[in-house]
């Protein structure tokens, strides 16, 4: 693969990691659900010719929005919310936990030492948690959206020919994902699965979970090895 290539889609993962990891860990308002209304990000989603599980989430969503567009915005939003808040906050335990320390510790707990790990890789790059002390930084949402900024370096290395840059954001692109995403998400996408009857809900797990498992077989590495 030529290095404009390589640019070009580790272009196209920046993109879709953050735009996925914002829409799954942002509470749903009305400017963010009439974007993703009117737009067309995920019918132009990357890697949607790799992954079936990528298409399959991009009709999830094609029929979201045609059953929405009998609704005003604002009722839309409100089912959306309703939904963010009881899949992923919870009254009291959310029914798909999206923190990584959730499933890696013995008693199912918020903030861990998974959460410090994750933290600890954030403050190399000088990022911080939005909501740092009041919400963990292992959460899915934020870890992909770190991932989709790495990324975005690892292009613009491309672009410049620093091969020491580089190869150094790939290595730690492949650690980051092989040690914090890969070996819990399979259990949250069957909590999500399991628990929405929301096509917004299922296409955004579907599409995610491919986009993710593309973009580790980008970074030589099996995805579906930790099901």
């Known amino acids: 693969m030529d290095d404009n290539s ?47 599980e990528v298409q399959l ?66 403050e190399k790059y000088g990022i911080m948690a939005e909501r740092k002390y009041h919400e963990p930084d292992d959460h899915l949402g934020l870890m992909t ?18 091969k020491d840059v580089a190869s150094s954001l790939y290595n730690e692109q492949r650690e980051f994902m092989a040690a914090n995403v890969l070996p819990w998400i399979p259990q949250w996408q069957a909590a999500m699965l399991e628990n929405t009857n929301s096509d917004f809900y299922k296409g955004l797990t579907h599409i995610m979970m491919g986009v993710i498992y593309e973009y580790a077989s980008l970074l030589n590495i099996s995805g579906e090895a930790y099901l």
């Open 57 to 122: 989430g991009v009709s999830c969503m094609q029929t979201w929005r045609e059953g929405s567009t009998d609704k005003d915005i604002e009722e839309t939003t409100k089912l959306l919310n309703r939904e963010w808040l009881r899949l992923l906050i919870g009254l009291g335990e959310p029914l798909a936990p999206s923190w990584a320390a959730y499933y890696f510790e013995k008693t199912p707990v918020l903030y861990g030492r998974k959460t410090l790990d994750v933290r600890r890789a954030y």
């Open 6 to 52: 390589q640019v070009d889609l580790f272009d196209g993962a920046a993109l879709a990691l953050r735009v996925l990891g914002t829409v799954l860990y942002s509470e749903p308002n009305q400017e963010q659900i009439s974007q993703l209304l009117d737009e067309t990000f995920f019918d132009e989603i990357p890697f949607a010719s790799a992954r079936s």
């Open 145 to 162: 959206q770190f991932l989709g900024y790495l990324a975005a370096m690892q292009a613009d290395a491309l672009r410049d020919g620093d």
